[in-house]
């Protein structure tokens, strides 16, 4: 069990709508997701034309970012990569520990400060918790301070995957009056899963919700989680039977087992045959709910739900991309150059040269 006192610790956000670090989910309000969200579809909307590229990638020319991903990635690293090629943010990145000084004794701290020397962005990924938000302490005592990017803390945070999770959420229930009111299944590692743990962070900021939470005991919800709901008032209950709770659900999440984060071979000792998708769990499953998953998947989610409308994965993987975008506009306070086109007249003008989004 990951002791409490290396978990993640929220740093203060700057109020009201604005972004500096994005360290962790619980600073995150109602109306910041709903302007991230929106900003998000703009965006996708601006970028469908040659001219709303071009557009985009002169917002943030003059920006370099540094990727510090010392835990593998591919989805994650993948997406914010391209989500700075559409702003023009030009990177560099050390993905190979032993490339760094810090193998020859340097400190992580003074890592940091070199990085910040040379960019105007740190996007860091690593395999301890808590390192993202030392290195925005250390930012926040410097002159020249550069925001930081948690995009993966352990087994402990992953904030950015979970604000293109209620993304993907508020879209796919546009027309059912969003997130608000519905019954969210999370399934799987979620004693290790960090992707779950920032979504039910973030649950605080809507009304009626319900979560559901499907797992072995030995991979159940951890604790201060569960606190944190019970502190907002958020229903949610536990269980081990997918087929009772699953006709129910307006959403599933499905996650796989973190059996890097084992220690004892904890995985291979349990079935997790119980905890899966497949064509039998369509059948009991409402026409109108979501399946998601953060990728990559494994045993517990049939590639033959892929063809299925109600999988969203592949949408929220693309998803990601976009929010990201909108999480750096926010970041160099760039969002209004977007918010304040008139979308149906640029359309309407640059519709000609349409570009996939």
């Known amino acids: 069990m990951i002791q409490e006192a290396i978990r993640e610790q929220p740093v203060p956000a700057t109020g009201g709508t604005e972004l500096f670090h994005v360290i962790d989910p619980r600073v995150f309000e109602r109306r910041l997701l709903d302007e991230l969200c929106d900003l998000t579809t703009q965006v996708r909307t601006v970028a469908k034309s040659y001219a709303g590229a071009r557009l985009l990638q002169e917002l943030l020319l003059n920006r370099r970012a540094m990727f510090h991903f010392t835990q593998p990635s591919t989805r994650t690293f993948l997406s914010f990569n391209n989500a700075c090629h559409v702003l023009g943010i030009r990177t560099s990145?050390?993905?190979d520990p032993s490339t760094s000084s810090e193998v020859k004794g340097e400190s992580f701290e003074d890592s940091i400060r070199t990085f910040s020397s040379y960019v105007d962005l740190i996007i860091m990924r690593t395999h301890s918790p808590g390192r993202a938000a030392q290195a925005a302490r250390l930012m926040d005592t410097i002159p020249r301070p550069v925001p930081v990017i948690n995009a993966g803390s352990g087994s402990d945070q992953h904030p950015t995957q979970a604000l293109l999770d209620i993304y993907t959420l508020d879209r796919s229930f546009s027309e059912r009056g969003g997130i608000d009111?519905?019954?969210?299944?999370?399934?799987?590692?979620?004693?290790?899963?960090?992707?779950?743990?920032?979504?039910c962070y973030l649950m605080k900021n809507y009304a009626d919700v319900h979560l559901v939470f499907i797992a072995p005991e030995q991979f159940a919800m951890q604790n201060d989680v569960k606190h944190h709901l019970e502190e907002h008032g958020i229903p949610f209950r536990e269980t081990e039977q997918l087929g009772k709770v699953l006709p129910e659900l307006d959403a599933l999440y499905v996650t796989r087992m973190q059996s890097e984060w084992d220690k004892a071979d904890e995985c291979p000792a349990v079935d997790f045959r119980r905890f899966s998708v497949g064509t039998k769990e369509l059948r009991?499953?409402?026409?109108?709910?979501?399946?998601?998953h953060p990728l990559p998947r494994g045993p517990e989610l049939d590639p033959a739900v892929d063809m299925d409308p109600r999988a969203m994965y592949w949408r929220q993987e693309r998803n990601g991309m976009w929010m990201r975008v909108a999480v750096l506009l926010k970041?160099?306070?760039?969002e209004s150059r977007i918010q304040d086109l008139d979308l149906e007249s640029f359309a309407a003008q640059h519709g000609d040269k349409p570009l996939v989004s």
């Not at 009111?181 to 290790?192: A, N, P, Q, S, T």
């Not at 499953?285 to 399946?291: D, R, T, V």
């Not at 970041?331 to 760039?334: K, L, S």
């Open 331 to 334: 970041i160099f306070r760039m």
């Open 93 to 95: 990145e050390i993905r």
């Open 181 to 199: 009111g519905k019954i969210i299944g999370m399934m799987g590692d979620l004693k290790r899963g960090r992707t779950v743990r920032s979504l």
């Open 284 to 292: 009991m499953l409402k026409p109108e709910a979501i399946i998601m």
